[in-house]
């Protein structure tokens, strides 16, 4: 049965509760979290004084001057979350930093991993491509969709627009680790339906409008993209202890 988008809010709730039952995920969370706070407030800052700096010399009015700093400021005040986990997927995409998440998963399986499958598709560049796509196209969507946020009546449409993103990049991340350790992700089965997509996202979507304090879920999709991947693998182990 295709999942739906309640399907998608469950699996996340499903996440949210065992990052902080099980120790192992819960340090992992903080520690992302952690990085991910000083990185990103150094990197909207960086960002928000640059664009400043361009406007005071490109704009000789000092209205337009104002008007146009405001703009740059309620734009990264929107996508500050957004920034947030592009980063957070930037730093697991080049340095790793997921060998907790992953360790805390995988060991739980009983189905032996795959080896033909490992070693057909452990590490191949379209996993890290699509990984790349998705994180680009995350980012394209989110600075075309901003200024839906802006206004209450569009609001909702901008948060499921951003789930969608955010999803689509916390799964395709998911998938190429459950590749690496040879076992199938359900996207290699089924399509997920975009309506899951968004309901699995939209509860850190919602939080990220608010800069800095809605980041605190966003390493918990990273949680709950490689929970709905291993779906399968997980009901398992479930059924056989």
């Not at 032996?112 to 499958?117: A, C, F, I, T, V």
């Not at 890290?128 to 680009?136: I, P, Q, T, W």
């Not at 969709?145 to 955010?166: C, D, E, K, N, Q």
């Not at 999709?221 to 009901?235: N, P, S, T």
Request: charged share 15%; hydrophobic share 55%; glycine share 6%.
């Amino acid at each position: 049965m295709a999942l739906r988008f309640v399907d998608g809010i469950r699996v996340f709730s499903r996440a949210f509760a065992r990052t902080w039952l099980e120790p192992e995920l819960r340090s992992w969370y903080f520690r992302t979290l952690a990085i991910t706070f000083v990185f990103a407030i150094a990197l909207i800052v960086v960002i928000f004084l640059s664009g400043s700096w361009a406007f005071t010399h490109y704009f000789e009015k000092p209205l337009a001057t104002t008007l146009a700093i405001l703009a740059w400021f309620l734009m990264l005040l929107y996508l500050s979350g957004r920034l947030a986990s592009l980063l957070m997927s930037v730093l697991v995409l080049l340095i790793g930093g997921e060998s907790s998440l992953t360790r805390h998963y995988f060991k739980k399986l009983t189905t032996p991993p795959s080896e033909e499958l490992r070693a057909g598709i452990r590490l191949k560049f379209s996993d890290r491509s699509r990984e790349l796509l998705a994180m680009l196209r995350s980012l394209g969507i989110s600075l075309l969709a901003w200024p839906l946020l802006l206004l209450p009546i569009t609001m909702p449409l901008g948060v499921l627009i951003f789930s969608w993103a955010l999803a689509g990049e916390s799964l395709a991340l998911s998938r190429r680790l459950c590749h690496e350790r040879g076992y199938e992700a359900l996207q290699d089965r089924e399509e997920l339906s975009l309506g899951a997509q968004m309901g699995l996202a939209v509860l850190p979507s919602s939080m990220a409008l608010f800069p800095v304090l809605g980041w605190v879920l966003l390493p918990i999709l990273q949680v709950a993209g490689l929970e709905m991947q291993l779906a399968r693998e997980i009901r398992a182990a479930r059924s056989s202890s």
